[in-house]
């Protein structure tokens, strides 16, 4: 007994109701996959080529600059119609961007709104279609449309239809919005990253390290002189005195400035791990070596290896390092594959190195091999002259850190800064001026606030008995020298800063032996 027309109808209706269930599976797998939004726009109008009896699809978007909309994927249609452009309103695809709403065409043929720009391949013209369009929603606007034809059928389910094209168009506008916070996250670190690059290029450039004393611009000539360059350095100078702010202006002054500035401490890291570290290793290389792992030479590559504490690596470690300085090639430990670099070392010690060697803790032809340009770094008390220049610096920097309205150091409190011999270099000074700005409880720092160690004889290495007439005595004197500083040098002014009478002033600049000339400008 043949089938009834409405058993078929519904059989009909079970296989095109699964089919559009198989397709928006795969839709969801396209773009949970997707690599690049165009071309899964493309496929996803192929499958409803291919299921569901599509002859032509377009995806349509709006650029929000002209508010145009442009074709971003299309089949069935020619290469001039993919280049088509619709005002926002104009034509069918215009009207359901415009109104965020669908919009069935059952036949294109009568329809004088259908503007058929996109024109159809060949051998599908004549052909009786219907055209559907529904929006692409991203937030409360429709940003484009998703438009297809099928083919006129009198009995076609449009409502249906419209529904499944909805549930792409959703799904679309997923896709769209993952792609535009994936490109809006890309381009925001990508300006970060510049931003940061430049702020590091401005922070280590020359002009901008502390100091104009004799020895500090020989200092910089020799860094201007070499930074052009991909020579080895080797920086000598005390603990505190820069040598890791000078081989940043190195780095970041030389056409390596755009590529990594790796730093290993040779002194932090034991010698089991020192040359792992420096030239990674491979899987199972050792207890522990889960993987392989790139060392700091691979991690460098194209910029520069800062080798602080040069003067603390082993013995055996400056062998491979040796060879590597030479040959720029190394294994990775426990590897036998060969890893060529481009890399600039920077070393850094305050070791005597030419004492090492004789000492045999250090290798006579790896210092060669490192000396090929030196920079002596001066002590603090070598560029007295630089004391006030980085004193203010620091004041200026932890003040702001710290929300303090500090203005100025007092005369006494500079003369203390002057007078001491800085065995900590520009590190004991940096954090000499942020206790100050951290216990000052005004807009000066007098002497009270600096360290005890720049107060009694242990700053100067004499002898001396400090009773608490004295004390008073010097507190006194520099309240007075400040106050002279800030009247330039008038008397009358200092006594009424100091609340007390000119008579008073007089007597004690004379007592103190204070010359209220020098406060004058």
């Known amino acids: 007994m043949p089938p009834s027309s409405t058993s078929v109808l519904l059989r009909r209706n079970r296989v095109t109701e699964l089919r559009r269930s198989e397709t928006l599976v795969d839709i969801s797998q396209e773009f949970a996959a997707c690599d690049e939004l165009s ?22 978007f709006r650029d929000p600059d002209t508010d145009e909309l442009s074709i971003e994927a299309g089949i069935g249609i020619t290469a001039d119609g993919m280049r088509s452009r619709y005002k926002l309103g104009e034509g069918i695809i215009g ?51 998703l438009g297809i034809e099928v083919e006129l059928e009198q009995d076609r389910e449009f409502d249906e239809l419209v529904r499944f094209l909805e549930v792409v168009a959703a799904m679309t506008a997923q896709a769209v919005k993952a792609e535009r916070f994936a490109e809006s996250e890309r381009r925001r670190l990508l300006d970060e990253n510049t931003h940061l690059r430049l702020e590091l290029k401005e922070r280590y450039e020359l002009s901008n390290l502390v100091g104009n004393s004799g020895p500090m611009r020989q200092v910089y000539e020799q860094v201007a002189q070499v930074a052009a360059t991909s020579t080895t350095v080797v920086i000598r100078g005390e603990s505190g005195t820069g040598k890791e702010l000078i081989a940043h202006a190195i780095h970041y002054n030389s056409e390596r400035a755009k590529k990594p500035f790796i730093k290993v401490n040779c002194a ?12 990674g290793h491979e899987k199972g290389a050792f207890t522990g070596a889960h993987g392989r792992k790139q060392g700091r030479f691979e991690l460098a590559d194209g910029g520069t290896l800062f080798l602080d504490e040069i003067g603390d690596l082993d013995v055996s470690t400056q062998v491979t390092l040796l060879r590597v300085l030479q040959e720029r090639e190394f294994e990775r430990v426990g590897g036998t594959e060969t890893v060529k670099v481009n ?32 920079i002596f770094v001066p002590a603090l008390r070598e560029r007295k002259t630089d004391i006030m220049l980085l004193a203010d610096f620091f004041l200026s920097k932890y003040a702001r850190e710290h929300r303090k309205s500090i203005r100025r150091i007092s005369t006494p409190a500079i003369d203390m800064l002057v007078s001491y011999h800085w065995p900590g270099n520009v590190r004991e000074l940096e954090n000499t001026i942020e206790r100050a700005v951290l216990v000052c409880d005004g807009n000066v720092i007098h002497g009270h606030h600096l360290p005890p160690t720049l107060q009694t004889a242990e700053a100067s290495g004499t002898v001396m008995t400090v009773t608490l007439a004295d004390a008073v005595a010097k507190l006194e004197k520099d309240l007075i020298q400040d106050a002279l500083k800030s009247a330039r040098g008038n008397r009358a002014r200092a006594a009424r800063l100091l609340g007390t009478t000119e008579r008073v002033i007089n007597y004690k600049v004379r007592k103190y032996g204070v010359d209220s000339a020098r406060f004058r400008r």
């Open 343 to 374: 890399v600039r070392v920077i070393a850094a010690t305050n070791k005597d190195l030419e004492r090492a060697i004789e000492d045999r803790s250090f290798r006579e032809d790896l210092y060669y091999r490192l000396n090929v340009f030196a």
């Open 95 to 145: 009207r359901v961007v415009l109104s965020a709403k669908p919009i069935v065409v059952p036949d294109v043929s009568r329809e004088p709104l259908f503007l058929n720009r996109a024109a159809r391949r060949r051998g599908l013209h004549g052909l009786a279609t219907s055209f559907l369009c529904v929006p692409i929603v991203y937030g409360r606007a429709a940003i484009g449309a």
């Open 39 to 60: 071309r899964s726009l493309y496929r996803v109008l192929e499958k409803l080529e291919r299921h569901h009896d599509v002859v032509k699809a377009v995806f349509a």
């Open 268 to 279: 932090a890291l034991p010698a089991s791990l020192i040359e792992s570290e420096l030239f």
